[in-house]
């Protein structure tokens, strides 16, 4: 596998599959136009269903690091008028900044500064739009 991709970070905890595949959908045709391809963890949907196995719980997080290891750029939905706790993202933001990766963090404008998402953050933007304007320059 090539380690050349964007990884799709953000929220999944509370969301129907519609709606944690929105935004990625479109992040992920508008990359592709430009050459630039995706790693999506909502193609692993399936295995978020079995979350009283450990086993299973294990299978994910791994799945997704390893979905980080294989990329150049995080593109990271932290708003805050998204369900979930963002629990996941966080930890993939921190295990991402560990690895020297590129982060790029989609927040409202009207959003809490966050000092550890600040922190760990190499751009933040108020749009999916400046977001992949800025991905693309990295490329």
Known sequence: MKKNYVYLCGGMEGYSKE???GWRNEATERLKYCG???LDPTR???FHSGFQDR???NRVVKMDLQDISNSTV???DMRYNQPGKRWGSMAE???AHTKNKIIIVWTDEDDIKHPFLEF???EIHNSLDDCLEAIVNYY
């Open 120 to 122: 760990y953050a190499t």
């Open 19 to 21: 709606n944690m595949s």
């Open 93 to 95: 933001i921190a295990h």
């Open 44 to 46: 692993r949907f399936a």
């Open 36 to 38: 630039i391809d995706t």
């Open 74 to 76: 995080l593109l990271c």
């Open 55 to 57: 086993n299973a719980v």
